[in-house]
């Protein structure tokens, strides 16, 4: 073979390369500027951090007598469907803040600066992801300062919040491409909720799915939320990996693999 044609081969090769770690490079340092953007405005963390304790405390002694018999045995219950459904929700920040600063015009500014067109994208998605950790220790923090003690172990605890993390950041490259291709930031809230809301109500998360109409068990248990909080009850409550988990992770992965280079198509002829 050439050794001509050896050699443009390898220089190609490095720079893709460089390429690829002054990207990753980038993309932290935008997601750097994301996490700024939480400590100059606090205010932010609103939902993350009151919400948790809002709810916990509003559906644990709402719910708690009339489906449990008292508040004690309804916190293995709840705490698993108040995580999910309070992170989940959370992600929709994602799409509402990239709108927000499209509309503003940063992401013009970015444009000229000498990064790697990505990196705004990709910031803003690895900063969220803050957001979820934060609403995931509140969740557990209030479910123990309530009485909740989960019968896994600490360990199951870590995974299950973990698992729940990166379903939300999965599940937040839906709401980015809403944030892309919407017209205003209040029009990707809007039909975030639109989503969500009976996604997350429609669930197994407050109640057990046994207790609704027969009509409508059918959607609840295809429902993918209800799987996901089977899937931490069954870490945190008993320590045990069961089918629910499996469906999570893999409906996570589709997730991604969809939105992903949609999102970034549609960024890209955006931007």
């Known amino acids: 073979m ?4 050896i050699k443009p081969a390898h220089e190609r090769q ?10 990753v490079r980038h993309s932290l340092t935008m997601a750097y500027r994301g996490l700024l953007k939480i ?7 609103f939902d993350v951090t009151f919400q948790p304790i809002i709810f916990t405390l509003m559906f644990t002694y709402i719910f708690g007598g009339a489906i449990s018999g008292d508040v004690k045995s309804y916190l293995p219950v709840v705490i698993p469907g108040i995580l999910v459904q309070t992170v989940i929700t959370t992600s929709v920040v994602t799409g ?3 709108r927000e600063d499209m509309d503003k015009g940063v992401f013009d500014r970015f444009k000229s600066l000498p990064i790697a067109r990505i990196a705004p994208l990709a910031g803003a998605l690895l900063a969220d992801t803050i957001r979820y950790t934060i609403a995931t220790l509140l969740t557990f923090t209030m479910g123990y300062i309530m009485g909740y003690r989960p019968d896994g172990g600490l360990s199951h605890v870590v995974i299950a919040g973990l698992i729940v993390i990166a379903c939300s950041w999965a599940i937040s490259w839906i709401f980015a491409f809403f944030g892309v291709i919407a017209r205003t930031a209040s029009s990707v809230q809007g039909i975030s909720m639109i989503i969500l809301f009976p996604l997350t109500f429609l669930s197994n998360a407050f109640v057990p799915a046994n207790t609704m109409p027969d009509w409508l068990q059918w959607f609840v248990k295809i429902n993918p939320i209800s799987h996901l ?11 045990t990996v069961g089918g629910d988990l499996i469906i999570s992770l893999v409906g996570a992965a589709v997730i991604v693999v969809i ?6 198509r549609a960024y890209m002829r955006r931007t």
């Not at 400590?39 to 963390?45: G, I, K, N, V, W």
């Not at 939105?259 to 970034?264: D, E, G, K």
């Open 96 to 98: 509402v803040q990239l």
């Open 39 to 45: 400590r100059r405005t606090p205010e932010q963390l």
């Open 259 to 264: 939105f992903a280079p949609i999102t970034v």
């Open 229 to 239: 909080v089977t899937a931490v009850r069954d870490l945190t409550n008993s320590g």
């Open 2 to 5: 050439n050794s001509g044609s």
């Open 14 to 23: 490095l720079r893709n390369k460089t390429s690829f770690i002054q990207s």
